[in-house]
């Protein structure tokens, strides 16, 4: 009896995925693709309409350029330390010297230093 009690409650979870997997869902159905039927609209008012866009891309056209104009700038390029001397006619470019420390008196035994 404990036997087909077992097999009785085995079998069904054995069989319990496959189920499971057969009901996964696939890749969804997608409506086939339908152009639209375009036509050009020649009711009352289309050329007004027309006009206005087109007049209004002009006018967009000019504020971009304006803006693109304005954006830019003129840097003044950079000046030598030649270049300003002789431009401003002042004193002559100073030559960089090079750093020397101090020399330094050999330290004395038992002497600390600083």
């Not at 499971?20 to 339908?34: E, F, M, V, Y």
């Not at 027309?50 to 007049?55: D, N, P, S």
Request: hydrophobic content about 50%; proline content about 11%; aromatic content about 0%.
């Amino acid at each position: 009896m404990a036997a087909a009690l077992a097999l009785a409650l085995a079998v069904p979870g054995a069989i319990t995925p496959i189920a499971a997997a057969a009901d996964l869902p696939g890749a969804p159905k997608i409506a086939k693709h339908k152009d639209a039927k375009v036509k050009a609209v020649s009711a009352q008012g289309a050329k007004a309409a027309r006009e206005l866009v087109a007049k209004n891309k002009a006018e967009n056209k000019v504020q971009a350029d304006r803006a693109r104009a304005e954006a830019k700038a003129d840097w003044p390029k950079a000046a030598t330390l030649e270049g300003s001397a002789a431009r401003s006619g002042s004193r002559p470019p100073i030559q960089p010297t090079p750093a020397v420390a101090p020399a330094r008196a050999p330290a004395r035994p038992g002497q600390r230093l600083a």
